[in-house]
C-alpha cells in the first residue's frame, strides 16, 4: 500500500503519517514518500520551459520505485495499491486516468479528493506565474519576453524568494474567496502525465476514450468516499477570512450575501465562464431565509457538495458502468470530540459532521496517531480497526470485506450503495441525494 499525502499541493509529507498500526492490522507493507509541493511542485509556464505537474512526476516515479523493489522487502509487485487523502486522493485519481501508468498500479483508495469537474484544469497558469515573477524582479510572460528567459530568471533566485512571491501571489485569492476554487488549478493539462481533461472522460462515462485515458480507469479496483462533513474546509479556508470584509461574527452563522455575493458568482467566474443562471441558481438552492446559523451549515454544505460530492459520485459512476473491477463506495460520519482537523471544541456549534481530515487518524490507527491523548474510547478505536481491516482487505484482494465485518455491497449506479462508517457501519443508498440531484441538473443545464 502506497500512502501519497495530503495538504493541498502545498504542504505536508509522507513521514507525518504512522503507518505501524495499519501494516500490522492488515499484514501489509505500508509505503509512504514526499514529493515536490506548492512552485517547487507545480509551477508551469504551458511550455517546454516548465511544463508543470513535477509533484505528480515526483509521486509517479515513487510508485515506480516500489513496484521495481517491493519484492525485496516481502511485498507483491503484482499487487500495489495506492491510497490518500484530499490532496492524496486527487493525487490518486491523476495516477488512475493516465495511460502512462499501466500496470504501474492494481487498486486505488482515495478520500475525500477524486474525480474532476468542469474547467477545473489549466492549459497554463500563465496568471500565477506572472505574479510570482514581478515579485522576484523577473520579466513577466507579456509577450515581450519569452518563457525560457522568465524561467531562467526565476531559477536563480533563493528557495526562501520563491516561496515567499509565491505566497504573495495567492493572496488575492485568499482575500477573495477564491482559494477555495482554485484547489487544483496548479495542476495543469500538460499533455503528457495529464493529458487531456478528465472530465471530458467521466461526463461521457469512460465510453468515449480520450487520449487513451479510459483504458487504464476502467482496469484498477476503486474504493472511494468523503466525509459528510468534508466542507468544514471552507470554514478555516474562507468563512474566517471574509468575516470583518462581510461584517458577521462566524461564530454565531455567516450572512446570505457571502453564498449569493461572493461564493455562487466566484464558482461561476472559476469554471463556467461567468454564467449568471448557474450563480443565481446555486444562491437558491443553498440560502437558509436569513438565519445565520443555518446559512453557515448550507455554505459548507455547498463546500462539500461542490469539492467532493458531485466529482466523486460522478467518478463513481463512470467506473462502475464501464469497468469490470470492483466499485466501492464510502461515507465517514462519525465526528470525534478532541482531535481532527478542527476540533469540536475550536468550532462553531453549527458546523456539523465529521470534519475534512477526520477519517485518516482512524484509517492509519487511531492510538498510533494520537499517541498523546489518553480519552480514546473503545468504540473509536474498534472504528479504527475496522477501517483498517477494510482498507487492508481491499488491498490485498480488491474487496473490502472480511470475517467480523459488516457486509459491504459494491456501489452500482442505481442502487447508489455505500457503507456509512460510523460506530454501527451501516449500508445505506443514494448519499447525499438532494445535493446529487442539484449537481446533475445543473451539470445537464448549463
Same mark, same amino acid.
Given at each position: 500500500?502506497?500512502?501519497?499525502?495530503?495538504?493541498?499541493?502545498?504542504?505536508?509529507?509522507?513521514?507525518?503519517?504512522?503507518?505501524?498500526?495499519?501494516?500490522?492490522?492488515?499484514?501489509?507493507?505500508?509505503?509512504?514518500?514526499?514529493?515536490?509541493?506548492?512552485?517547487?511542485?507545480?509551477?508551469?509556464?504551458?511550455?517546454?520551459?516548465?511544463?508543470?505537474?513535477?509533484?505528480?512526476?515526483?509521486?509517479?516515479?515513487?510508485?515506480?520505485?516500489?513496484?521495481?523493489?517491493?519484492?525485496?522487502?516481502?511485498?507483491?509487485?503484482?499487487?500495489?495499491?495506492?491510497?490518500?487523502?484530499?490532496?492524496?486522493?486527487?493525487?490518486?485519481?491523476?495516477?488512475?486516468?493516465?495511460?502512462?501508468?499501466?500496470?504501474?498500479?492494481?487498486?486505488?483508495?482515495?478520500?475525500?479528493?477524486?474525480?474532476?469537474?468542469?474547467?477545473?484544469?489549466?492549459?497554463?497558469?500563465?496568471?500565477?506565474?506572472?505574479?510570482?515573477?514581478?515579485?522576484?524582479?523577473?520579466?513577466?510572460?507579456?509577450?515581450?519576453?519569452?518563457?525560457?528567459?522568465?524561467?531562467?530568471?526565476?531559477?536563480?533566485?533563493?528557495?526562501?524568494?520563491?516561496?515567499?512571491?509565491?505566497?504573495?501571489?495567492?493572496?488575492?485569492?485568499?482575500?477573495?474567496?477564491?482559494?477555495?476554487?482554485?484547489?487544483?488549478?496548479?495542476?495543469?493539462?500538460?499533455?503528457?502525465?495529464?493529458?487531456?481533461?478528465?472530465?471530458?472522460?467521466?461526463?461521457?462515462?469512460?465510453?468515449?476514450?480520450?487520449?487513451?485515458?479510459?483504458?487504464?480507469?476502467?482496469?484498477?479496483?476503486?474504493?472511494?468516499?468523503?466525509?459528510?462533513?468534508?466542507?468544514?474546509?471552507?470554514?478555516?479556508?474562507?468563512?474566517?477570512?471574509?468575516?470583518?470584509?462581510?461584517?458577521?461574527?462566524?461564530?454565531?452563522?455567516?450572512?446570505?450575501?457571502?453564498?449569493?455575493? #461572493?461564493? &455562487?458568482? /466566484?464558482?461561476?467566474?472559476?469554471?463556467?465562464?461567468? $454564467?449568471?443562471?448557474?450563480?443565481? *441558481?446555486?444562491? @437558491?438552492?443553498?440560502?437558509?431565509?436569513?438565519?445565520?446559523?443555518?446559512?453557515?451549515?448550507?455554505?459548507?454544505?455547498?463546500?462539500?457538495?461542490?469539492?467532493?460530492?458531485?466529482?466523486?459520485?460522478?467518478?463513481?459512476?463512470?467506473?462502475?458502468?464501464?469497468?469490470?473491477?470492483?466499485?466501492?463506495?464510502?461515507?465517514?460520519?462519525?465526528?470525534?470530540?478532541?482531535?481532527?482537523? #478542527?476540533? &469540536?471544541? /475550536?468550532?462553531?456549534?453549527?458546523?456539523?459532521?465529521? $470534519?475534512?481530515?477526520?477519517?485518516? *487518524?482512524?484509517? @492509519?490507527?487511531?492510538?498510533?496517531?494520537?499517541?498523546?491523548?489518553?480519552?480514546?474510547?473503545?468504540?473509536?478505536?474498534?472504528?479504527?480497526?475496522?477501517?483498517?481491516?477494510?482498507?487492508?482487505?481491499?488491498?490485498?484482494?480488491?474487496?473490502?470485506?472480511?470475517?467480523?465485518?459488516?457486509?459491504?455491497?459494491?456501489?452500482?449506479?442505481?442502487?447508489?450503495?455505500?457503507?456509512?462508517?460510523?460506530?454501527?457501519?451501516?449500508?445505506?443508498?443514494?448519499?447525499?441525494?438532494?445535493?446529487?440531484?442539484?449537481?446533475?441538473?445543473?451539470?445537464?443545464?448549463?
Amino acid at each position: 500500500m502506497v500512502l501519497i499525502h495530503g495538504g493541498g499541493f502545498e504542504m505536508g509529507e509522507g513521514s507525518v503519517y504512522d503507518r505501524t498500526s495499519l501494516a500490522l492490522t492488515g499484514d501489509v507493507i505500508v509505503v509512504s514518500f514526499n514529493y515536490c509541493l506548492g512552485i517547487f511542485g507545480f509551477l508551469s509556464t504551458g511550455d517546454s520551459a516548465s511544463r508543470g505537474n513535477f509533484g505528480l512526476w515526483d509521486q509517479r516515479l515513487a510508485i515506480q520505485w516500489v513496484k521495481d523493489h517491493i519484492a525485496e522487502f516481502g511485498g507483491n509487485l503484482s499487487s500495489i495499491t495506492i491510497f490518500g487523502q484530499s490532496a492524496g486522493g486527487f493525487s490518486v485519481f491523476f495516477k488512475s486516468v493516465p495511460p502512462l501508468n499501466g500496470n504501474l498500479f492494481h487498486r486505488a483508495v482515495a478520500g475525500s479528493g477524486f474525480g474532476s469537474w468542469q474547467g477545473e484544469l489549466f492549459h497554463d497558469t500563465l496568471e500565477i506565474t506572472n505574479a510570482v515573477a514581478d515579485s522576484v524582479s523577473c520579466p513577466s510572460v507579456n509577450g515581450v519576453v519569452n518563457t525560457s528567459v522568465l524561467m531562467n530568471c526565476m531559477r536563480n533566485r533563493s528557495a526562501a524568494e520563491l516561496v515567499f512571491a509565491m505566497e504573495g501571489a495567492m493572496a488575492p485569492y485568499i482575500v477573495s474567496g477564491r482559494t477555495i476554487f482554485r484547489t487544483l488549478k496548479m495542476v495543469v493539462i500538460d499533455g503528457e502525465i495529464i493529458p487531456a481533461d478528465p472530465f471530458d472522460l467521466m461526463k461521457n462515462r469512460y465510453r468515449i476514450p480520450v487520449n487513451g485515458m479510459a483504458n487504464q480507469y476502467t482496469s484498477i479496483d476503486l474504493l472511494t468516499g468523503l466525509n459528510d462533513g468534508d466542507g468544514s474546509i471552507i470554514y478555516y479556508i474562507s468563512l474566517l477570512t471574509l468575516q470583518d470584509r462581510y461584517n458577521y461574527n462566524v461564530t454565531e452563522g455567516v450572512s446570505t450575501c457571502v453564498m449569493c455575493d #461572493v461564493l &455562487s458568482p /466566484l464558482l461561476s467566474q472559476e469554471h463556467f465562464h461567468g $454564467n449568471i443562471d448557474i450563480s443565481q *441558481a446555486i444562491c @437558491l438552492n443553498y440560502t437558509s431565509n436569513g438565519d445565520k446559523m443555518k446559512q453557515g451549515q448550507r455554505i459548507t454544505d455547498f463546500c462539500r457538495d461542490y469539492l467532493f460530492v458531485w466529482r466523486t459520485l460522478l467518478a463513481l459512476r463512470a467506473h462502475e458502468l464501464s469497468s469490470n473491477y470492483s466499485t466501492y463506495m464510502y461515507v465517514f460520519s462519525h465526528r470525534p470530540e478532541e482531535r481532527g482537523l #478542527v476540533p &469540536s471544541r /475550536l468550532r462553531p456549534s453549527w458546523l456539523s459532521g465529521a $470534519n475534512h481530515g477526520d477519517e485518516v *487518524a482512524f484509517a @492509519l490507527g487511531l492510538d498510533d496517531f494520537y499517541m498523546n491523548i489518553t480519552n480514546i474510547s473503545d468504540e473509536e478505536t474498534h472504528l479504527s480497526r475496522v477501517m483498517m481491516s477494510y482498507w487492508s482487505n481491499f488491498a490485498k484482494y480488491g474487496n473490502p470485506n472480511g470475517p467480523g465485518l459488516v457486509q459491504w455491497p459494491k456501489f452500482d449506479a442505481v442502487n447508489g450503495n455505500y457503507l456509512n462508517l460510523d460506530m454501527n457501519n451501516p449500508v445505506d443508498h443514494h448519499p447525499f441525494k438532494e445535493a446529487d440531484e442539484f449537481g446533475l441538473e445543473s451539470k445537464q443545464r448549463f
